[in-house]
């Protein structure tokens, strides 16, 4: 059974930092893009940040800069390191795993991040 199992989330004020954690079981993690998006209340998810399995990493324009994306293959996990919280980067951020050769995916349930003072 896949799991991707999202933590690290909460409140945290204008300028603070976060770090986000995506603990992943049931999937062969070196074969998997791993993703972080984002769903603010009343929009579409977006795309935050993308690592590929060889560690190759693209990011938002409103997070270059701010936010860092990681995958650690020996925990089976990805993160997201949050600088410089805007009020704009409040959300529901959820991880993704994108198999490479199906383009099969999977989704967390989310954590919530808000920022505000």
């Known amino acids: 059974q896949v799991q991707l199992v999202e933590s690290g989330g909460g409140l945290v004020q204008p300028g603070g930092s976060l770090r986000l954690s995506c603990a992943t079981s049931g999937i062969n993690f070196i074969y998997y893009n791993m993703a972080w998006y984002h769903q603010a209340p009343g929009k579409q998810r977006e795309l935050v940040a993308r690592?590929?399995?060889?560690?190759?990493?693209n990011y938002a324009d409103s997070v270059k800069g701010r936010f860092t994306i990681s995958r650690d293959f020996g925990q089976n996990a990805v993160y997201l390191q949050m600088n410089s919280l805007e009020p704009e980067d409040t959300a529901v951020y959820y991880c993704?795993?994108?198999?490479?050769?199906?383009?099969?995916?999977?989704w967390g349930k989310g954590t919530l991040v808000t920022v505000s003072s």
């Open positions: 993704n795993a994108d198999y490479l050769y199906t383009g099969t995916q999977y």
């Open positions: 690592i590929s399995s060889g560690g190759r990493t």
